[in-house]
């Protein structure tokens, strides 16, 4: 039975060379949980934070199937080989792999001056705002948007540890770049545009803008990418690809 870690260094090692920010916010304990096979001693490790389980170490079937029972929709990322052939024998033709895109970590390539030259082709008739506490409370009640702020508990946390830049039009949400997740030292980008305004641009220039808000607080914005759309979007924005990786998205029956 998968049990909550406590003394979050024990499983430093499992996770070592992992260079993944979700990863982060669960070693610091900012946000999200890490869970062991034994408290003492852990051989096993997942860590746990939104539809994100990234597992570590001696691949245990029971521990897999163990993130599923948490919650309906689940991203399973393998460390290994042995993970990943633990994640397909437990859930078979229900795990679906996909490839995610993973882009270099550099907190001096960002151009201020393309960035801000983004920021000031916002169209005629939107508005650009920062997400406040009205803004906040708005996104937590519209599902498409709702991972802007979904894992931050309440405002006050938000404030403190995200940040998130929207597009309004006629005062709704319409598209924007916000903070998925926390670390120390930045966020993980979540960025979405409202079916019916894509392809003008719109997460472009909301992207832009928070990048921008981000170096002014020393923050690193960090950016992975789901498929092909974003990792060309993140370029467009400064970023350089590193690598793919796989992992399996899997829905509850």
Not at 123 to 150: H, N, T
Not at 179 to 206: H, K, N, P, W
Request: charged residues 25%; hydrophobic residues 40%; aromatic residues 12%.
């Amino acid at each position: 039975m998968a049990v909550r870690l406590t003394q979050l260094d024990k499983v430093k090692a499992l996770f070592e060379g992992w260079q993944e920010t979700i990863l982060w916010s669960c070693q610091q304990g900012v946000m999200g949980d890490i869970f062991v096979d034994t408290q003492d001693s852990p051989s096993s490790a997942m860590a746990v934070l939104g539809d994100f389980c990234f597992l570590a170490g001696r691949p245990d079937q029971e521990m897999v199937s163990w993130g599923l029972a948490r919650q309906s929709f689940i991203i399973l990322v393998p460390k290994d080989k042995g993970w990943a052939a633990c994640i397909e024998e437990c859930y078979a033709t229900r795990a679906k792999k996909v490839e995610r895109y993973a882009t270099k970590k550099e907190p001096d390539v960002f151009d201020r001056r393309l960035l801000e030259g983004a920021v000031s082709r916002l169209p005629a008739g939107y508005q650009l705002k920062m997400i406040d506490e009205r803004l906040f409370r708005q996104c937590q009640s519209i599902q498409w948007c709702q991972d802007w702020v979904s894992q931050y508990p309440d405002y006050a946390f938000f404030q403190e540890h995200g940040l998130g830049a929207v597009i309004l039009k006629d005062g709704e949400p319409v598209s924007g770049a916000s903070s998925y997740s926390s670390y120390m030292g930045g966020i993980e980008v979540e960025v979405d545009t409202r079916q019916d305004c894509r392809r003008q641009g719109l997460a472009y220039i909301s992207g832009a803008k928070l990048i921008l808000e981000c170096l002014a607080r020393g923050w690193y914005p960090s950016w992975d990418a789901q498929n092909q759309w974003s990792l060309a979007l993140a370029e467009k924005l400064g970023y350089h690809f590193s690598h793919t990786y796989p992992a399996y998205e899997v829905y509850r029956k």
